[in-house]
Each structure stands twice: as structure tokens, then as C-alpha cells.
């Protein structure tokens, strides 16, 4: 199953209190904003892992991946197509 923008946001919405009445579009900067913490972008991975079924190792992300609903497609989709 590939990642797509929709299911990326309604995850972030679902495991960020915050985001639950932020507008949130493919390009909307959500850690340069202030949106989302470090903190957030760890639980928000295992939640990513256990919907795609991924495993992510920290060492090798970008914070800036991280940053838009779009980056953070791009990666999994990657790791998705890594997978296979």
C-alpha cells in the first residue's frame, strides 16, 4: 500500500492533539511552523511503521522530511518501494 496525502494527515490529526483543527495541505510547514515537536515526529513514526508496516530507522532520517505532508509521502513511499 502506498502512502498518500490524505492518510498522512488524518495519522498526524490522529496522533497530534494540536493538528485536530489546523488546515493542513501537502505543503503546510509543520515543524518550521511549530506544529509539530521531535517528541511528535517519534510517535507519529510508530504509528507510520504500523500502518505501512515499515520499519524506519532514526539514524538514517532528516528532520526535514518530516516538515510537510508531502515530504513525509516521498519518504515513505521510498521506503515502501525499498521494501519490496
Known amino acids: 500500500m502506498k502512502a498518500n496525502e490524505t492518510q498522512v494527515i488524518d495519522i498526524l490529526k490522529a ?5 485536530e483543527d489546523i488546515d493542513i495541505r501537502t505543503d ?3 515543524i518550521s511552523s511549530g506544529y509539530i515537536e521531535s517528541f511528535d515526529v517519534i ?4 504509528e507510520f511503521e ?6 524506519i530507522k532514526l539514524e538514517t532520517l532528516d ?3 518530516f516538515n510537510t505532508v508531502g515530504s513525509i ?5 521510498q521506503l515502501i ?3 519490496k
Open 15 to 19: 496522533q497530534i492533539e494540536e493538528l
Open 50 to 55: 504500523r500502518v505501512y508496516n515499515l520499519t
Open 28 to 30: 503546510t510547514p509543520l
Open 63 to 65: 528532520i526535514a522530511d
Open 43 to 46: 510517535t507519529v513514526i510508530a
Open 73 to 77: 509521502v516521498s519518504l515513505l513511499n
Open 81 to 83: 518501494d525499498n521494501k
